[in-house]
């Protein structure tokens, strides 16, 4: 996984040409505090990072209009203004910030205050929900303005000294020191929403109105942008990897926007069930759970129940390994993609396209269902009706009706509403089809499904 992020970061210098086009995005380099990586923390250390690098952080306060109308049930109220806080730090001397996409959201005015006691009104030059990324300017009447060199978050080590710099509680220019406690955490959830997680753990203090502040290595480099706390514990901060930010951060200055490279397939973990039924040695890669139809994945031949286990040059170990590398490989390039299937490996070029707007509708089953049966594993099932089934793009299957308390069924989290498509690889029409093949496994013997949930196609697979 270390290395996924040195690969991201090799393409975006590609795509900008040289270390000199990678000036006009942000700034290299490191802070004299008698620190680096072959030394041991010097007195002081600290005091110097802070003394040099303070400057360039900034406080932010936001202004929210807030519909009363709709709260209150009176369409004639007046907005109500929402004050926000959060903080940020200067990556070019003519006035880029970084900060969080949650600070700015929806704003209508960014104030920015920096240590000097200097006043900006901002513009939010681009957002990104998707990383929670957003970069903001401010005019400092052709001044050069102080700023902070971004770092390597894939350098970081566990246990490394770091500190934050922010304006938790209003408390501008506070500064917190802590270590880094854990890397590539992706079971975080700040709000959400957010596509892309891969959070530096530490235990640096962070609280609300830390967002957007850099997190600093003792060479005074920004290695993460703190963006969430746990709410359950105290010392469990986040951070987004700088490497992960440099990726968007192009796209944001120059367009507003991230426009990213889709491969159209939806995907899932593999567990050790599913790893039995599908002949893998071990649980790995991303199982394709559905394709888009007409998209890339499916024009290039990737079928469902193929498990990727590269992508682009990459290993594939966990599921969500892949909606990064996809997102960023780039739009119109020629990937090849390793896959196994039936217990062999091959490999699939795939010509990536635009990822498609998210906001699209889905669309909901409709219709009506007959034909019941049932089944020993636990399941009462119904065969979809044909118009519920053209609707869901689908030859046929059964709907789940009932799942029976304690049965193996229950126990993976099968439910009622859940559309059984497929039994062991083999698609299904009917009700009836679904329970001969589940009843005619032998006990013991591990039963795999394509469960269709929603929008939502997903693998599920139990012992007998």
Do not use: C
């Amino acid at each position: 996984m270390r290395t996924r992020h040195l690969s991201t970061l090799a393409l975006l210098l590609a795509t900008t040409g040289t270390a000199a086009a990678q000036q006009k995005y942000w700034t290299d380099g490191v802070i004299d505090t008698g620190v680096n990586e072959n030394t041991p923390v010097t007195y002081g250390a600290f005091s110097k990072l802070t003394k040099q690098a303070a400057p360039a952080v900034v406080s932010i306060e936001t202004e929210t209009a807030q519909s009363m109308g709709g709260l209150l049930g009176h369409p004639f109220l007046p907005p109500m203004v929402a004050r926000g806080a959060g903080s940020g730090f200067i990556i070019r001397s003519d006035g880029y910030i970084l900060s969080n996409n949650h600070v700015v959201e929806n704003a209508r005015t960014v104030k920015v205050h920096l240590l000097d006691g200097r006043k900006f009104t901002a513009e939010v030059i681009g957002s990104d929900p998707a990383t929670d990324v957003s970069v903001l300017k401010i005019d400092a009447g052709g001044k050069p303005l102080p700023t902070v060199p971004l770092g390597d978050s894939d350098a970081v080590q566990i246990a490394e000294w770091v500190i934050a710099i922010g304006n938790p509680l209003g408390l501008s220019h506070t500064v917190t020191a802590g270590i880094v406690s854990a890397k590539g955490r992706r079971e975080v959830q700040p709000d959400g929403r957010l596509r892309y997680r891969d959070f530096i753990q530490t235990d640096a203090s962070i609280n609300p109105g830390n967002s957007g502040g850099p997190l600093f290595n003792l060479r005074g480099q920004v290695v993460g942008v703190n963006t969430a706390v746990s709410a359950e514990g105290q010392g469990i901060g986040f951070a987004i990897p700088i490497n992960m930010v440099k990726t968007v951060l192009p796209s944001l200055i120059e367009r507003g926007r991230v426009e990213r490279s889709w491969l159209g397939v939806q995907i899932q973990q593999v567990d050790d069930d599913l790893a039995k039924a599908l002949r893998l040695d071990h649980p790995r890669g991303a199982l394709v759970a559905a394709l888009v139809p007409d998209g890339p994945a499916a024009r290039a031949g990737l079928q469902r129940g193929d498990v990727i286990v590269n992508f682009d040059g990459q290993r594939i170990e966990s599921h969500d390994d892949l909606p990064w590398l996809a997102s960023i490989a780039g739009i119109g390039r020629t990937v090849d993609v390793g896959v196994l299937r039936e217990g062999a490996t091959r490999t699939v070029k795939v010509k990536l396209e635009s990822m498609p707007d998210p906001s699209a509708p889905a669309r909901r089953l409709q219709g009506r269902r007959s034909g019941g049966a049932s089944s020993t594993v636990g399941l009462t099932l119904e065969t979809l009706a044909e118009d519920s089934a053209r609707l869901a793009g689908l030859d046929g299957g059964a709907t789940i009706t009932r799942v029976d308390p304690g049965s193996p069924a229950a126990a993976v989290g099968l439910r009622r509403g859940d559309i059984v498509v497929e039994v062991d690889g083999a698609p299904v029409a009917r009700a009836d089809e679904v329970a001969r093949r589940l009843d005619a496994v032998k006990k013991g013997e591990v039963i795999r499904l394509l469960v269709l949930r929603g929008e939502t196609r997903s693998h599920v697979a139990f012992r007998r």
